[in-house]
């Protein structure tokens, strides 16, 4: 049975939000967005640790899915 991935986004920005930087977790799924929700605060956490206190670090669990090649990149 194949199961559906969810991945976590990270970004870090400027406290004024008008410059981000992308700081996904490329190496972990999760079976659930339930699962990923939970280990949100410890991913942010690790990230904000090499980041200066002003920086603010957002996140979003969401499906993994590829792309078809026919849909527009939306970044």
Known sequence: MNAILVAMHLVACQPDLLICQD????????????TCRKDRDAEMFRVK?????RAVV??????????????????
């Open 23 to 34: 700081m996904s977790v490329k190496t972990k799924r999760w079976t659930s967005i339930e």
């Open 49 to 53: 640790q090499g980041l200066p206190d």
């Open 58 to 75: 957002m996140s979003r669990c969401r499906y993994l899915i590829g792309r078809d090649r026919r849909s527009t990149p939306a970044f």
